[in-house]
């Protein structure tokens, strides 16, 4: 099935400074990349939607210009969180439709990104 | 309310039990609901998707909508302790996935 990769799997980085997580479709292109965050036993909150080419579409309450998101080509997709902070910290998912459109809105995932802002 | 609601848990099963997963939700024009799975540090994968109501199966996992009460469950027989995850429902609606809270299963040897 399609896979979407995703790096790093963890990161470590102090307060202040920019990380940046890529999406890469596999096989596939991806011209729509899904942001989520997730914190410790909680949901998946969607944070922002990439499109190749053009701008992203960030959800209510989301500072874009802390998290920066690039989507210049159909296979990747980064976000870059930038000044992070020790509340950033949290899980970070991309997410691209499935190509296999025998599944009707179906969703392939990354494997997720730990951050932790010390 | 939240779109979806699902009951946090955990949910602590002894192997081979029958397990009943539950969410709510609040927007009766929604159509398209999936369950995911989601194993500790790892992204969610597609269990399974329905549409209308009823039951749809698949192997052990049986998903059913109930739309009169907006309710939708996912019931997994036979238990194993590989299906220890958190599973998560989802509903879809204008390209967006909408997610609930995702409820805890441990099941135990």
């Known amino acids: 099935g399609a896979v979407v990769s995703q790096h790093p799997s963890w990161v470590i980085c102090k307060s202040g400074t920019s990380v940046k997580i890529e999406c890469r479709s596999l096989?596939?292109?991806?011209?729509?990349m899904f942001w989520y965050r997730q914190f410790p036993k909680q949901s998946l909150m969607l944070m922002a939607t990439?499109?190749?080419?053009?701008?992203?579409?960030?959800e209510q309450g989301v500072e874009k210009d802390k998290f920066l998101i690039n989507h210049a080509s159909l296979t990747l997709s980064t976000l870059t969180v930038t000044s992070a902070h020790p509340e950033d910290s949290s899980f970070y998912i991309c997410?691209?439709?499935?190509?296999?459109?025998?599944?009707?809105?179906?969703?392939?995932f990354g494997s997720g990104t730990r951050l932790t802002v010390v | 309310q939240k779109e979806v609601e699902q009951d946090p848990g955990p949910l602590s099963v002894p192997e081979g039990a029958i397990v009943s997963l539950n969410c709510t939700y609040s927007n009766s024009a929604f159509q398209y609901f999936m369950w995911y799975r989601q194993y500790s540090r790892k992204g969610p994968e597609l269990l399974m998707y329905?549409?209308?109501?009823g039951n749809k199966e698949d192997g052990r996992f049986t998903a059913q909508v109930d739309k009169s009460s907006k309710y939708i469950s996912l019931f997994i027989r036979d238990s194993q302790p590989s299906d220890s995850a958190t599973y998560l429902c989802a509903r879809h609606n204008t390209d967006k996935l909408i997610f609930g809270t995702g409820t805890r299963l441990q099941v135990f040897p």
């Open positions: 096989d596939f292109q991806a011209t729509t």
């Open positions: 990439s499109n190749e080419g053009s701008k992203a579409t960030y």
């Open positions: 329905t549409y209308s109501s």
């Open positions: 997410s691209a439709p499935d190509p296999d459109r025998r599944i009707r809105y179906g969703y392939t």
